[in-house]
């Protein structure tokens, strides 16, 4: 083989290779509790996740399936396991059209708009404890900056999670 072909095959091989990596990546990791022990809340995320939910609120409300089986609800938001939560809310984003949809005109995936839900729902809780004075701060290891930026989002924050149908 000559020294130009050997050249061009490497780089063919790599572009072909390239097309493949969007469906090899577009798999999503199971959520463990490290992903969502270290989730930071951003204020760009926060601005996808709004507009999703917007769509979300609206697909939930209208839809029979949701009357019985709402995507949030008090005793699953408190039961105390987040990751079995995200694993579960993860699922049914991705079996319904409409919630896949939402998410994908949002550039979210089911996993991302998973982990910031629970993260913001458990930092609201926090931000609701320390404000009523039921703790007098948030606990060592536990994400401040989460809860910081509910408090700097509190109305954002609070309109979203009613759009969600989770009202304090």
Partial sequence: MNSPARSVVPLILAVVLAGWQPVISSAQAPIDVYDLADYRLTPEVFKQFVQASQRV?????????????????????????AVAMATGLVARLDNHAGLSAALQTAKL???????????????????????????????????????????????????????LGMRN
């Fill in 57 to 81: 609120g609206e697909i939930t409300r209208s839809d029979s399936q949701f009357t019985f089986a709402p995507l949030f609800t008090k005793e699953v938001v408190l039961s105390g396991d």
């Fill in 109 to 163: 995936t089911s996993r991302e708009y998973s982990k910031f839900a629970i993260t913001l729902v458990a930092a609201h809780m926090a931000h609701g404890f320390i404000k009523a004075g039921v703790l007098p701060r948030v606990p060592d290891g536990a994400p401040t900056h989460n809860v910081e930026f509910v408090d700097t989002h509190q109305t954002e924050v609070t309109a979203v999670l009613a759009e």
